[in-house]
């Protein structure tokens, strides 16, 4: 009977072991949990991985415990989500101005080249819009 009574005496001080381990290790980083929490994420943006970045901002949301580091956490996370919007916006903007000179530029161009043709035509004596030169043309075949 003595042995079982030590043997749940051990098993008893290893759950408590195993209990206070985390909560010990939660005690030494509880003022720094969001803060590591944020500045991991961060590496991960500034490495250009922004889906990782991502999932620890959504993993350190469910793990923390503290409303502090919840919100240091959740707002690094807006922050970070906003830039993301900001950046896809700009690249949206570039884009469409990027068309917008090419539909332009594209029309200038042709507009220039049909210019272009005009004058040479007319260098060349090879006017379509002198009548006259159409009557003589006709007149001498």
Do not use: C
């Not at 503290?66 to 884009?95: C, N, P, Q, T, W």
């Not at 080249?113 to 043309?137: F, K, Q, Y």
């Amino acid at each position: 009977a003595a042995f079982g009574a030590e043997e749940e005496g051990q098993q008893s001080k290893k759950s408590l072991g195993e209990k206070s381990a985390p909560a010990a290790l939660n005690h030494r980083l509880g003022e720094m949990e969001g803060t590591l929490w944020t500045r991991l994420a961060e590496y991960h943006v500034r490495a250009g991985d922004f889906e990782l970045a991502r999932s620890v901002y959504e993993e350190a949301l469910d793990a923390i415990t503290r409303v502090r580091d919840f919100s240091l956490v959740f707002d690094a996370y807006v922050k970070f989500e906003e830039g993301v919007i900001e950046a896809l916006m700009e690249l949206m903007e570039d884009d469409e101005e990027e068309e917008e000179e090419n539909d332009a530029g594209g029309t200038t161009n042709e507009a220039t080249a049909a210019a272009d043709n005009e004058d040479m035509d007319i260098l060349l004596g090879d006017n379509s819009h002198n009548t006259l030169a159409d009557d003589d043309n006709a007149g001498s075949s």
